[in-house]
């Protein structure tokens, strides 16, 4: 079965630091991979998406994610914080085969100070 | 254009009762999905439908819990004689095809509160 690990489940930041949130998966074939992110009150959205083309993603807001298939990771970054960037993260993989269900990690809380 | 809508926004009943909650997915989008959210968790998968069929229900937590998408568009998820333990974010989500590399599209969610 798949499944996705978000180590902890809080990460604090100043405004202008580097933000890295890690997820690791678990998948028995060539895994798909997601970035969603969900504001208060809000819907997840989807930041971006590794589809086993190239394994640096560039996504929306300056978000960018390595897949790297010998540590089963796929790690999200952001060079520099801002403060609108405080919400909260999931990391998520695709099932197996014809399902097309995710499995979403707990999530990780992003807290940005001034 | 307009995203996946779901209603109601929050739902409180009293243990026993039965609830429906409906899904509006992105016009055309083939696929829709239902998952629940416990506070502090990730979203559970529960059921997703291909048009009508459902293809998968492995999620559901038991026979309480049913959905449907009659005409391939609109989805309810219907929970009978809830429980406190039904609590929770009840969330919908739509996608274009029925790949495993589509995006999939989320609602803004239902909250249940079983009293």
């Known amino acids: 079965a798949q499944s996705v690990t978000q180590l902890g489940s809080h990460v604090s930041v100043s405004e202008g630091a580097l933000v890295l949130l890690r997820c690791n998966y678990s998948s028995s074939v060539p895994p798909y991979l997601f970035w969603y992110v969900q504001y208060p009150n809000q819907g997840l959205q989807l930041l971006l998406k590794y589809t086993s083309a190239a394994t640096l993603v560039k996504g929306i807001n300056g978000f960018e994610a390595e897949f790297k298939k010998s540590e089963t990771s796929f790690h999200l970054t952001k060079p520099s914080a801002h403060m609108s960037d405080a919400a909260e993260y999931f990391c998520a993989v695709s099932d197996t085969g014809a399902n097309s269900k995710l499995t979403f990690g707990k999530g990780i809380t992003l807290s940005v100070r001034p | 254009g307009a995203g996946v809508s779901q209603s109601p926004r929050y739902k409180v009943t009293k243990r026993g009762q039965d609830v429906a909650l409906r899904c509006d997915p992105i016009?055309?989008?083939?696929?829709l999905y239902w998952y629940r959210q416990a506070l502090g968790q990730g979203p559970e998968f529960l059921t997703y439908?291909?048009?009508?069929?459902?293809?998968?229900k492995s999620g559901l937590p038991n026979d309480r819990f049913s959905a449907e998408r009659p005409e391939g568009s609109i989805s309810t998820l219907t929970i009978q004689r809830t429980e406190q333990r039904d609590s929770a974010m009840y969330r919908c989500?739509?996608?274009?095809?029925?790949?495993?590399?589509?995006?999939?599209?989320f609602g803004p969610g239902t909250r249940l509160t079983v009293l």
């Open positions: 016009s055309g989008h083939v696929s």
């Open positions: 989500a739509s996608s274009l095809q029925a790949v495993r590399t589509d995006t999939q599209y």
């Open positions: 439908f291909n048009y009508e069929a459902q293809q998968d």
